[in-house]
């Protein structure tokens, strides 16, 4: 089944404690993305990827890294989280055309105390 | 730059009536046009999507939407409004070119009323 998952569902973490979100894809896709889900501001895309090693920032970049050593792999990475970062993340995938659909993972939702 | 607007943050409607979501779009270049549906405690499902064929786009459920490129609108309609139709609905856009900048609107939520 093509699917993107994401891990894990639920992140409960305190301030400074670094931390990691997982992403995978099985679509052989070309474009990976992350995004934050707040109330009344949609989704905003923290990062991107168009292929191994080619990354870029979206429009919520600071205090996220990411990196593709992999195609099927693209990992949200928070160094020092802060409670700002609390939110909603969700991983997408796509093939490389521009208007080929969005592969949605099922969500993070993460609480950072 | 590119950008999206959804004018409405809150859209309530009757059961039986028609659906109107608006979404208007800013791109220096022909933008490739979606519409995504996420239910409550739910991941993101697209409805359709515009990519400058046929202006007029169907998708799922009933929803359709128009490309106005003089009004720089994609606007989502849909006769008939069904409870399972109240969800949250967000306008995107992406374009062209080696690095694809995929943005969302801040999204509208449907409620309908029995």
């Known amino acids: 089944e093509a699917q993107v998952t994401q891990n894990p569902r639920y992140l409960i973490t305190v301030t400074g404690k670094k931390l990691t979100v997982t992403c995978s894809q099985n679509m052989n896709h070309e474009y990976m993305s992350w995004y934050r889900q707040d109330p009344g501001l949609g989704l905003r895309q923290i990062y991107y990827s168009m292929n191994v090693e080619v990354t870029d920032k979206g429009d919520v970049p600071e205090g996220y890294k990411v990196s593709r050593k992999e195609k099927r792999n693209f990992p949200l990475i928070l160094e020092s989280p802060s409670p700002n970062q609390t939110s909603l993340y969700f991983c997408?995938?796509?093939?490389?055309?521009?208007?080929?659909?969005?592969?949605f993972g099922s969500g993070t939702q993460l609480s950072v105390l | 730059a590119q950008s999206v607007t959804q004018l409405d943050s809150h859209v309530s409607v009757s059961e039986g009536t028609p659906v109107l979501l608006r979404c208007n779009y800013s791109?220096?270049?022909?933008?490739?046009l979606f519409w995504y549906v996420q239910h409550p405690n739910k991941g993101l499902q697209l409805l359709l999507k515009y990519t400058s064929a046929a202006t007029l786009v169907k998708g799922i459920n009933g929803f359709e939407a128009e490309f106005k490129k003089s009004e720089t609108s994609f606007h989502l309609t849909k006769p008939s409004a069904h409870m399972s139709d109240a969800a949250e609905y967000f306008c995107?856009?992406?374009?062209?070119?080696?690095?694809?900048?995929?943005?969302f609107g801040t999204g509208t939520k449907l409620q309908v009323i029995p």
């Open positions: 997408a995938s796509k093939g490389g055309r521009t208007n080929e659909k969005l592969f």
């Open positions: 995107v856009v992406s374009e062209p070119g080696g690095y694809q900048k995929v943005t």
């Open positions: 791109s220096s270049y022909s933008p490739s």
